[in-house]
């Protein structure tokens, strides 16, 4: 369902921050800037039970009835990111606890744990008073479940959460004997005999634990985080009035976003900071990087919105310092969230805060409250939206999928062969596509990823299925038989899904598929002489791990073979005929160089090469819409770029008319509109 019928600019508003007298003219300003959402009170348990079960609620009443005498709209949060000190002074076992064995105080804020049965009934009370409360108020038109779930901490070793695990456990397991035996637990004698034995992960000798209680543990802490969220979402549902939606904005460590939206949420929002990418020690991608977290958030449902978009520079009393966004940028990260699919952009927030933690975190306002550059070119982008007409809840366009497989991102924690692997070549795929303008979409891996799901897409790439999921493959074997192209990296096909490796030739249960075997392999040393691939005569990179591979079928074919070491001559690549389709098997992790040559080998076009011809360091992107579609230009520079432009077309933010050789501004942004609906 989509919840916003137009694109529309929000802000994060403090109204407990404020004298009472400036609400009015704040509002008022937000109007007349094209805001026209606020979300509140994210933090603000104690403006509504500053004493334990007495609620006043005249504060936000208060502020709401502002509000109403304008045209806003209210995102109203719940506030349970940030516990009263007389709840945690009286109930100390709520707080969260690490892995040392150290209390997180009060004073700052997620400093809860999600299993403590008094928090659950605290946020139950709350979340059930302000939902009574508030939700039948006509300017609110959705609300927010606490704020960043698992940011800052995404691991939980209070003993509510020991406690909790085990419940999980034994739903899981049934037994203790199987628990046992799925992990490994006669290696080292680590066999449990009763179920109070059995503990999230502690400090053990060198930090050795069992890796399979490790993957057990990450999957218990998103379900925490899932179960916490789907406590307020339902009790929220019970009250709100129908068409009022309820999100969390994230995303974080430990949690599967895909099942919380299924689950837990009508929709995810994102909280986008490209910033960070321009601090000093950040990759050389920069905010440009961004697109991959956005990228993520359009795979979590069918829409996203971005609850808190950068406005001013970062930097908190104890955090790096950043720089203020150049003119234009705000601008660009702007369209970078809706041309990635966003419906929704809130920026955080409308003034910065005089005092507190976040003290050096700008807003759009700077202390002195007035209008400026930031405000005004807001107010720019609120101009051009009006332009984007029926643009909200039009469907971004891809034509590559990357899986997203969160039980290989945690296993991946621990995994000293398949960890390092996939982060070099989730960055390296998504340097490629980016440069070479191919648009992808992230498709989790889970139940609902079928042979339709994966049919909208020509190619799928899966950078290393090491647990293999038997439901994932016969998903994807249905996908490459009816006509898909798909690619896996290296170390595909060595574990089950308890992380444990089978006795069985790899590709495990993906033999058929791949046609090959996988009877040699080699981690790759920093220092070690470069042992690269051939393929059609050109040199391809093959870094981090080398999966020699032996073609078993006669539809399989050596795409590439290395050039040197005990393996020279050995196949590096292959390409399996299966069905109609075609399942490729790379033996090494993707570098942004290796898989541009992938994508040129395996067929797979620029996306907008019939209208346009952009330099690398450009974003292209489109969205359909049901009546005409749009391409978006976005240039990450601070210097003009030219473009070529090869059937006139016209900005619809400036109106104006584009053909041949053109100029694009520094951080500039075109949103062509395309007459026809093109698929
Ligand atoms: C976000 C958070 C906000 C604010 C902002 C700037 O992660 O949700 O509350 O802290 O960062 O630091």
Redesign the pocket.
Known sequence: MAYFNTLALGV?YYPEHWEEGLWRDDLRRMEENGISVIRIA??AWNKVENEEGKFDFSFFDRFLDVVETTGIKVIFCTPTATPPAWLTQKYPEVLTVDLDGKKQHHGA?RHYNYNSPVYREKTRIIVEQLAKHYGGRKCIIGWQID??LN?VNSEFYADADHKAFRVFLKEKYKSLEALNEAWGTVFWNQTYTAWEQVCLPRHTMRDTSNPHLRLDSIRFFSESCIGYCRLQYDLLKEYLPEGVFVTT?GLFPHVNYRRMVEEALDFITY?S?PEFGLMEGADHLKDRKWSMNLARARGCGESFGI??QQSGP?G?YN?RVAPTAKPGQIRLWTYQSIANGADFVSY??WRTCLFGT?IY?HGILNYDNLDNRRLKEIRGIGEELKRLKGMAGSAYRAKVAILYDYDNEWDGETDVWHGPLRRHSHLGLFEALQKEHIPFDYVTVGPDMDKESLSRYEAVFAPHMTIVDPLAVQAISEYVAGGGKFIAGARSGYKDLNGKCPMAVMPVGMDQLFGIQILDFTAVMKDAPKVCGVMDGERLEMPLFHDILTPVSDSCQVMAVYDSDYYEGEAAVTRNRFGQGEAWYFGAAFSCETAKKLLKAMGIRKEAEKWTDVPSCCEIALRDGKEKSWLFVLNYENREVEIQVKKPLKDELSGKEYFGKCKLMPYGVLVFALKEVEN
């Open positions: 994060c994210e933090f804020r704020n960043e940011c904005n909280d900071y609850m808190e970062g908190w955090f955080f927030r976040e975190w």
